[in-house]
């Protein structure tokens, strides 16, 4: 079990809109990165909402992106933005 923000990350994962848009990037990234980095980024929204910063922390730091096997520079960007954010809600 994993715990984050004092939180277990499989009840913050357990959202019908996230999995959906998870599910739906699902073998797009070597073609789109950058329209997945879109959605992501529609989806945060404003990056205020901290289980969303925290789901796509989770996903972004998963083993296909920290491996390379899914990599674009605007992954790398919106990794850092939301890096920011998810350490300081963590902090909490």
């Known amino acids: 079990m994993r715990i984050i923000g ?3 990350i499989q009840d913050i994962v357990d959202n019908q809109e ?5 599910e739906s990037m699902v073998g797009t990234w070597k073609k789109n990165p950058k329209k997945n ?10 990056f205020t909402d901290q289980d969303s910063v925290i789901r ?3 996903y972004l730091t998963g083993s296909a992106f920290r491996m390379g096997i899914i ?3 605007s992954i790398t960007r919106l990794l850092s933005k939301v890096k920011v954010i998810h350490t300081g809600f963590c902090s909490l």
């Not at 996230?18 to 998870?22: D, E, M, S, T």
């Open 18 to 22: 996230w999995q959906a848009l998870r």
């Open 6 to 8: 004092g939180r277990n």
């Open 71 to 73: 990599e674009d520079p």
């Open 56 to 58: 796509v922390y989770n």
């Open 37 to 46: 980095v879109q959605r992501l980024t529609q989806y945060l929204g404003d």
